[in-house]
């Protein structure tokens, strides 16, 4: 395991308050079997904007989405230019399931979830991501899809904080067991 640690900010609007975390990442992806990169992974800008990073899984950068109306991650495997599911290899595809699983769980045990959804949707946003949201009976939403429905409220920035450190401890954790 390769240990780093980082200093990030969230992009910031006039509506979401910045948040400075430390991203302590457990997990380096080793791809000794594939062909070196020749490009640079890059998070999508609207990607950037709306999530604040929690943590990074064995593949991919693990993301909250500032809209504390649901406890929401979103996943992006940390490679260039992916598009869909099926640009993955079939090593990648089975760690992102993993990871999705692991994300599923921690969700679930933690805001004591009715039942999380895990989409891949990518029509608004063309960098292949995968949502994990946290899904409650009594959600505004229930029990259709959370997408045009309300407003994102975002989180204030003692809620985001405790949130980020909340899940970073839990993933750090899940993620040890990939």
Same mark, same amino acid.
């Not at 993301?63 to 290899?89: C, G, H, Q, T």
């Not at 933690?110 to 949707?121: C, G, I, P, Q």
């Not at 949201?133 to 505004?140: E, G, L």
């Not at 229930?142 to 985001?160: C, L, M, N, S």
């Given at each position: !395991?390769?240990?780093?640690?980082?200093? &990030?900010?969230?992009?910031?609007? =006039?509506?979401?308050?910045? /948040?400075?975390?430390?991203? /302590?990442?457990?997990? =380096?992806?080793?791809?000794?079997?594939?062909?070196? !990169?020749? #490009?640079?992974?890059?998070?999508?800008?609207?990607?950037?904007?709306?999530?604040?990073?929690?943590?990074?899984? *064995?593949?991919?950068? @693990?993301?909250?989405?500032?809209?504390?109306?649901? *406890?929401?991650?979103?996943?992006?495997?940390?490679?260039?230019?992916?598009?869909?599911?099926?640009? $993955?290899?079939?090593?990648? +595809?089975?760690?992102?399931?993993? #990871?999705?699983?692991?994300?599923?769980?921690?969700? %679930?045990?933690?805001? %004591?979830?009715? %039942?999380?959804?895990?989409?891949? &949707?990518?029509? !608004? @946003?063309? =960098?292949?991501?995968?949502? @994990?949201?946290? +899904?409650?009976?009594?959600?505004?939403?229930?029990?259709?899809?959370?997408?045009? @429905?309300?407003?994102? #409220?975002?989180?204030? #920035?003692?809620?985001?904080?405790? +949130?980020?450190?909340? &899940? +970073?401890?839990? $993933? /750090?954790?899940?993620? %040890?067991? &990939?």
């Amino acid at each position: !395991m390769t240990y780093s640690t980082a200093r &990030l900010e969230r992009a910031t609007s =006039q509506s979401v308050p910045a /948040i400075t975390i430390e991203l /302590i990442s457990t997990f =380096q992806y080793n791809a000794t079997d594939e062909a070196p !990169m020749t #490009e640079t992974f890059q998070l999508h800008p609207q990607l950037a904007a709306d999530t604040t990073i929690v943590t990074d899984g *064995p593949l991919s950068h @693990v993301l909250l989405m500032n809209d504390a109306r649901y *406890p929401w991650l979103i996943l992006v495997p940390k490679r260039a230019n992916l598009v869909d599911y099926d640009d $993955l290899s079939a090593d990648e +595809r089975k760690i992102l399931g993993d #990871e999705c699983a692991a994300v599923s769980s921690a969700l %679930k045990r933690r805001f %004591k979830a009715h %039942k999380t959804n895990v989409a891949m &949707l990518g029509n !608004m @946003v063309p =960098q292949l991501h995968c949502h @994990v949201v946290a +899904r409650f009976t009594d959600d505004a939403a229930w029990p259709g899809p959370i997408w045009g @429905v309300g407003t994102a #409220e975002p989180y204030d #920035e003692d809620a985001g904080r405790e +949130r980020l450190a909340i &899940l +970073r401890a839990d $993933l /750090i954790s899940a993620f %040890k067991h &990939l």
